[in-house]
Nanobody, 121 residues
Framework: VQLQASGGGLAQAGDSLRLSCVVS????????MGWFRQAPGAEREFVGAISVSTNTYYADAAKGRFAISKDDAKSTMYLEMNSLKPEDTAVYYCAAKTSGMLIIASSYYYWGQGTLVTVSS
Protein backbone atom coordinates (compact mmCIF):
# COMPACT_ATOMS: atom_id res chain seq x y z
CA VAL A 1 0.00 0.00 0.00
CA GLN A 2 1.31 3.42 -0.91
CA LEU A 3 -0.10 6.90 -0.43
CA GLN A 4 1.90 9.51 -2.30
CA ALA A 5 1.20 13.11 -1.33
CA SER A 6 2.46 15.92 -3.51
CA GLY A 7 1.83 19.52 -4.44
CA GLY A 8 3.28 21.29 -1.46
CA GLY A 9 5.64 24.19 -1.75
CA LEU A 10 6.20 27.80 -0.92
CA ALA A 11 3.26 30.18 -1.17
CA GLN A 12 2.43 33.67 -0.11
CA ALA A 13 -0.50 34.61 2.06
CA GLY A 14 -3.62 34.69 -0.04
CA ASP A 15 -2.31 32.22 -2.61
CA SER A 16 -3.78 28.87 -3.52
CA LEU A 17 -2.25 25.41 -3.67
CA ARG A 18 -3.63 22.04 -4.63
CA LEU A 19 -2.33 18.93 -2.97
CA SER A 20 -2.76 15.48 -4.42
CA CYS A 21 -2.68 12.06 -2.83
CA VAL A 22 -2.29 9.13 -5.17
CA VAL A 23 -3.19 5.79 -3.64
CA SER A 24 -2.03 2.39 -4.79
CA UNK A 25 -2.29 -1.10 -3.41
CA UNK A 26 -5.76 -0.87 -1.92
CA UNK A 27 -9.33 -0.59 -3.26
CA UNK A 28 -9.55 3.20 -3.26
CA UNK A 29 -13.31 3.33 -3.68
CA UNK A 30 -13.86 1.46 -0.41
CA UNK A 31 -11.67 3.70 1.73
CA UNK A 32 -12.49 6.94 3.46
CA MET A 33 -9.69 9.46 3.00
CA GLY A 34 -8.41 12.21 5.22
CA TRP A 35 -6.00 15.11 5.23
CA PHE A 36 -4.04 15.99 8.33
CA ARG A 37 -1.29 18.48 8.98
CA GLN A 38 1.46 18.93 11.48
CA ALA A 39 3.17 22.23 12.13
CA PRO A 40 6.60 22.39 13.75
CA GLY A 41 6.32 21.63 17.43
CA ALA A 42 2.62 20.87 17.21
CA GLU A 43 0.51 17.76 17.19
CA ARG A 44 -0.93 16.35 14.01
CA GLU A 45 -4.35 17.84 13.41
CA PHE A 46 -7.33 17.02 11.27
CA VAL A 47 -7.84 19.17 8.19
CA GLY A 48 -10.64 17.42 6.38
CA ALA A 49 -11.91 14.14 5.02
CA ILE A 50 -13.95 12.66 2.25
CA SER A 51 -16.00 9.55 2.68
CA VAL A 52 -16.56 6.69 0.30
CA SER A 53 -19.86 8.32 -0.63
CA THR A 54 -18.05 11.67 -1.22
CA ASN A 55 -19.38 13.41 1.85
CA THR A 56 -16.82 15.93 3.00
CA TYR A 57 -15.90 17.10 6.48
CA TYR A 58 -13.65 19.97 7.49
CA ALA A 59 -11.94 21.32 10.52
CA ASP A 60 -13.05 24.81 11.47
CA ALA A 61 -9.71 26.20 10.26
CA ALA A 62 -10.36 24.78 6.80
CA LYS A 63 -14.03 25.56 6.34
CA GLY A 64 -14.68 28.02 3.57
CA ARG A 65 -11.07 27.99 2.34
CA PHE A 66 -10.22 24.37 1.65
CA ALA A 67 -12.02 21.83 -0.50
CA ILE A 68 -11.48 18.10 -0.70
CA SER A 69 -12.36 16.05 -3.74
CA LYS A 70 -11.40 12.73 -5.23
CA ASP A 71 -11.18 11.00 -8.56
CA ASP A 72 -11.96 7.33 -8.09
CA ALA A 73 -10.77 6.48 -11.59
CA LYS A 74 -7.34 7.86 -10.71
CA SER A 75 -7.33 6.67 -7.09
CA THR A 76 -6.46 10.22 -6.16
CA MET A 77 -7.67 12.62 -3.52
CA TYR A 78 -7.16 16.35 -3.70
CA LEU A 79 -6.97 19.21 -1.25
CA GLU A 80 -7.60 22.59 -2.80
CA MET A 81 -6.35 25.26 -0.45
CA ASN A 82 -7.34 28.87 -1.04
CA SER A 83 -6.67 32.10 0.81
CA LEU A 84 -3.65 30.55 2.44
CA LYS A 85 -2.44 31.97 5.73
CA PRO A 86 0.95 31.70 7.44
CA GLU A 87 -0.69 29.51 10.08
CA ASP A 88 -1.41 26.95 7.36
CA THR A 89 2.32 26.22 7.25
CA ALA A 90 2.74 22.53 8.02
CA VAL A 91 3.50 19.13 6.61
CA TYR A 92 0.30 17.82 5.09
CA TYR A 93 -0.45 14.12 5.23
CA CYS A 94 -3.06 12.03 3.52
CA ALA A 95 -4.44 8.95 5.16
CA ALA A 96 -6.88 6.14 4.48
CA LYS A 97 -9.29 4.11 6.58
CA THR A 98 -12.36 1.99 6.09
CA SER A 99 -14.65 3.08 8.91
CA GLY A 100 -14.95 5.02 12.14
CA MET A 101 -14.49 8.62 13.11
CA LEU A 102 -12.85 10.47 10.26
CA ILE A 103 -11.34 13.19 12.44
CA ILE A 104 -9.29 10.84 14.61
CA ALA A 105 -5.76 10.47 13.26
CA SER A 106 -4.98 7.33 15.25
CA SER A 107 -7.83 5.46 13.61
CA TYR A 108 -6.39 5.69 10.10
CA TYR A 109 -4.69 2.59 8.77
CA TYR A 110 -2.46 3.98 6.07
CA TRP A 111 -0.48 7.20 5.77
CA GLY A 112 1.41 9.03 3.10
CA GLN A 113 4.83 10.55 3.63
CA GLY A 114 3.63 14.14 3.78
CA THR A 115 4.20 17.21 1.68
CA LEU A 116 5.44 20.50 3.11
CA VAL A 117 3.43 23.66 2.67
CA THR A 118 5.08 26.91 3.67
CA VAL A 119 3.08 30.12 3.60
CA SER A 120 4.87 33.42 3.98
CA SER A 121 3.23 36.64 5.05
Amino acid sequence: VQLQASGGGLAQAGDSLRLSCVVSGLPFTTYNMGWFRQAPGAEREFVGAISVSTNTYYADAAKGRFAISKDDAKSTMYLEMNSLKPEDTAVYYCAAKTSGMLIIASSYYYWGQGTLVTVSS
